[in-house]
Every structure is written in C-alpha cells, then in structure tokens.
C-alpha cells in the first residue's frame, strides 16, 4: 500500500423491535451521524489498535482483521488497522459493527476493490459474528447504509428503506454503565425456551406496535411515534431485557418532555432513547441530573449530529 487507506461506517439505534427481530419480527433502525473510521497501514499484522483500550487477551479484533482481508485479497500478516471511534462501547449502539464494516471498507480501499452495498450487508453480518456469535444482522446493515429502514431476519435480511415525512429529533441518553448484548439476549432465550406462548405473544404485540410506530414516522407523527416508543418499553420490560436502572432513565426523559422514551439495543443498562420536539432542553435536564447525553436527528435523508 503506497498510502494509507480509510474507511469509514456509522453506529445504529433500533428505533422499534429490538429482541424480538431476533425471532423473525420486524424492527425499524436507523444509522447514525457518529461511527468509527478504520485506517489501514503496511505493518506486522494482522493487528488492530484502537484509541479505546482493548484488552490485551481479546484475540477478535485481530482475527477480524485477518478475515476481511482475506476476503478482499491482501496478505493479513501485513496488515495492522488503527481505528477512531466516536461511539462508546457497550451502549447499544452498534460499536462492533461498525468497527466489522469501517474496517471492511478501509480493506477494500487498500486492495482497490468496490464493495457493492450488498457484499457489504453479507460479509458485514460474516464480520459482526466474530464479537456477536449468531447476530440478527441489523447493526452491520445501520453500519452500511446509515439511513432508517424496516428490518426482517433472514437469509438474507430483509431490509427495506423507511423514508419519514421529517428528521426524527432524538436524545440518546446514556445509562451509567454498560451492558452485554449477549447477557440479555441469552437470557431472553432461556425465558423464551421456558414459556414460549407467553413469549411468542408479546413478540406480536411488539409487531404491532412496530407497524404502528413505522406508520407514524413515515407521515411525520411524532407524537404517535412517541406513543410507540413508550408502548414498545413496555412490553421490553414484560420481556425482562429493561432493568431498574433503563426504567428510571426512561422516566426522567418523560418527565424532561419527551414524546416517548425506550432502551435501545440491547438494554440492561445501556442507551436509551427519547423521542423531543425540544430536545436540547430534554438533553439539557437530563445532563441537570448527570446524565450524559447525545442529541441526533434521523430519518429524511437527513441524518445529522447537533
């Protein structure tokens, strides 16, 4: 490589139906302003550095690195990836992800190769099990296309584009520690396998308000929308994938002004979003009671950071 190559992919929020789109439901996602950019040197690899500490027994990073080379066609023992992220690990934001798909991109810049955006969706999903074992798929579709889009688990997904009527003005609240996505998706699972009626029921009642809530963003609604962002919490609690922590976030976003507020992701103490028509004074007494906070819009072709 005669210079250095880049790329570049964002994070995701699930706006409705996480969980549940791992058992076939649909959900409605969204990329987001904030990402990760991947830069790829001549070096001893394969290797990644990031300027997040990685710890120093995690071998996925490296073996991530040697994957996407190989399939782009360069020599991974020549390849060290150094990475600057803007988004905070194990929040539900998509981290993992967008690190598979940024470092994917730089790869396939280095070896002067295209990815077209369907490679990009299948070896992205290939990339995401390294750190996630049997993903649904949806965070390395936000990662490559970085718009709103309806989401199906399958093979492949099925991943439809969501135009809204207006941007989507959100507050992305920060709980104060992180989360395992694979805690509380393992544990759904052992929930599910015990009682599944239950389980299956509440998955179509998630459904429901999924469409609802897609329905209401595409005509611009926000007030409806914010009903199915309050609906939708719910019934994530009834799943056991909230947690003390999430609930009471949620209820300081409400209580802030919000239209509605959710976990996003994979919840048990990590991100949640709530959905302002004001949402600087939303953030702002939110930050009031130290809560840190990121204000997005999405949705329209619109998507930016304020």
Not at 54 to 69: G, I, M
Not at 72 to 81: E, H, M
Not at 97 to 103: C, R, Y
Not at 173 to 200: C, K, P, Y
């Amino acid at each position: 490589m005669r210079r250095p190559a880049r790329g570049h992919a964002g994070g995701k929020i699930i706006l409705l139906g996480e969980h549940v789109v791992v058992y076939g439901r649909p959900a409605i996602a969204a990329g987001l302003p904030i990402g990760l950019e991947a830069v790829v040197e001549d070096g001893a690899g394969p290797a990644l550095v990031s300027d997040h500490p990685l710890p120093p027994d995690d071998a996925r990073p490296a073996r991530l690195v040697a994957e996407a080379a190989a399939i782009v066609g360069l020599d991974p023992s020549r390849v060290v990836v150094r990475v600057r992220s803007e988004l905070p690990a194990g929040r539900g934001l998509g981290s993992s992800a967008a690190l598979a798909v940024a470092t994917l991109r730089a790869l396939s810049a280095a070896a002067g190769r295209t990815l077209d955006t369907a490679e990009e969706l299948a070896v992205g999903r290939r990339l995401e099990a390294i750190f996630h074992g049997t993903p649904s798929g949806i965070d390395p579709a936000a990662a490559a296309l970085g718009t709103c889009f309806r989401f199906v688990r399958g093979d492949p997904p099925v991943v439809t584009p969501l135009r809204t009527a207006r941007a989507l003005p959100l507050v992305v609240a920060f709980g104060s520690q992180a989360r395992s996505t694979g805690a509380a998706v393992g544990g759904l699972r052992e929930r599910w396998e015990h009682d599944r009626a239950r389980h299956e029921a509440l998955f179509d009642d998630v459904t429901a308000v999924v469409e609802r809530g897609a329905a209401a963003a595409a005509v611009g609604d926000l007030a409806a929308l914010g009903r199915a962002f309050d609906d939708n919490q719910t019934l994530l609690a009834a799943l056991g994938v909230s947690s003390p922590s999430t609930d009471a976030l949620v209820a300081a976003a409400r209580s802030a002004g919000a239209l509605g507020a959710k976990l996003t992701g994979g919840g048990a103490g990590g991100a949640v979003i709530a959905l302002a028509d004001d949402p600087e004074t939303v953030a702002a007494m939110l930050r009031r009671g130290g809560v840190e906070t990121l204000i997005v819009r999405v949705g329209s072709g619109t998507e930016e950071r304020s």
